[in-house]
């Protein structure tokens, strides 16, 4: 079968990969460099044993409150925006404890095997530079670090300590700075560098035979007689299915389509520092929302959470924010940093990805949705593709993930 997949971000290239070795013959469209977008700049967490979704119980209060403060690690720019009303709605109606577990649960399934995805794709020569450590997760106070190791616990997280004092604590991490004053270890998770594994991934691709057309902008999709077509800056691919995986921009490919998807951007900041010595390990700054990532010889600092109907925005008041949060756990050269980055996640109300058939649509596949799993969840996504290409998806996530259920009928354009 012929595929056509819009997007070359992890998503879209992981769904080619997979659908590929199902000896699919697979173009890939990317309207500006492959892994552009928020594939290269995220913090490289593979983590499936932490997988939850965004609107868990007790967050809407917080957001409320960082409302006036650009500086929170939560943010809503205030504009006048019914998508982002709408969505906001949604998301607060999803912050039950009920549809939180339940969305835990789907997470869950959907991660399943990524371990063995990820080593599976490392077999084949596509690897970032793998980092199995575990996560540090550290805190300003012993009871902040309580609250986060019970709610670990409570999803099953292989906890590998107890909560630790300060001194405890920079014997896990020698790195930690006086900010650091309680936190434990989950052990079993691994961080990638996500650009060199974008560009192995790329490199395999290729080799494969795999058709990457960069600088190929997707205006519109629509099914034919038997099949589907794309139109793009670089001319008309047509083929037999076409996948979706456009991150933020699938909200308007698929209203094209008459489907208006609630989707919405949620925006995240990333730079590197030098610090001396470096974390050895991922370190999730419980308190202040930010992760730090040792990569080739840098540490990568990524965090804060901004809804901005504005996708490409740089707000560099947020990178201050990231600073300020940052400094007390770590000596480094915070004046000196480099490669200051914003990337759109595509944000869902239910914090679920989308995948499966756009609504109305049996050649158009949808793979978005990702929030802040895309790099963790390509994987797992991609083979989930496949088994829909196939026939033969699991109905419990045919279910759990139906792009129709964030779905309002439009007139397509």
Not at 48 to 63: E, H, N, R, S
Not at 126 to 146: I, P
């Amino acid at each position: 079968m012929t595929v056509t997949v819009v997007g070359g971000g992890i998503v879209g290239l992981c769904c080619a990969h997979y659908l590929s070795e199902a000896g699919h013959e697979v173009t890939v469209l990317e309207r500006a460099r492959v892994g552009s977008g928020a594939s290269r700049g995220n913090a490289g967490e593979i983590c499936p044993d932490l997988v939850v979704p965004l609107p868990a119980p007790g967050t809407i209060v917080p957001a409320l409150r960082g409302l006036p403060r650009p500086e929170s690690a939560l943010y809503i720019r205030p504009r006048p925006d019914p998508a982002l009303l709408r969505f906001l709605v949604r998301f607060a109606v999803n912050t039950t404890e009920r549809r939180y577990a339940r969305g835990v649960r789907t997470l869950a399934k959907l991660a399943d095997g990524t371990f063995d995805l990820f080593a599976g794709l490392a077999k084949s020569g596509v690897d970032g530079d793998t980092v199995k450590h575990g996560f540090v997760f550290a805190f300003s106070s012993r009871a902040a670090a309580m609250t986060e190791w019970e709610a670990q616990r409570k999803i099953g997280a292989p906890l590998a300590t107890d909560v630790l004092g300060a001194r405890g604590l920079r014997g896990l991490e020698p790195a930690l700075g006086d900010g650091a004053r309680a936190g434990f270890l989950v052990g079993d998770q691994w961080s990638v560098d996500p650009s060199r594994f974008v560009d192995r991934l790329v490199s395999h691709l290729r080799a494969k035979g795999v058709r990457i057309v960069e600088g190929a902008r997707a205006t519109f999709v629509e099914e034919t007689a038997g099949g589907a077509r794309v139109r793009s800056s670089a001319g008309d691919f047509g083929s037999e299915t076409v996948v979706i995986a456009a991150g933020v921009r699938s909200r308007e490919l698929c209203r094209q389509l008459g489907a208006g998807l609630n989707l919405f951007p949620g925006k995240g900041y990333s730079f590197s520092v030098e610090a001396d010595p470096l974390p050895r390990q991922v370190v999730h700054l419980g308190d202040a929302r930010v992760v730090f990532t040792p990569m080739g010889g840098r540490l990568r600092v990524a965090g804060t959470m901004e809804f901005d109907s504005d996708p490409d925005a740089f707000h560099a008041r947020r990178i201050a924010a990231i600073v300020a949060a940052a400094r007390p756990y770590l000596a480094a050269d915070w004046d000196g940093r480099r490669d200051e980055w914003v990337g759109a996640r595509v944000l869902t109300p239910d914090g679920l990805p989308a995948i499966g058939r756009v609504p109305g649509r049996e050649r158009i596949l949808l793979a978005s949705g990702h929030n802040m799993l895309g790099l963790m969840l390509g994987p797992a996504t991609g083979r989930l593709i496949t088994d829909f290409v196939a026939g033969e998806p699991d109905p419990a996530l045919v279910s759990a993930l139906d792009p129709d259920r964030l779905a309002r009928r439009v007139r397509p354009r």
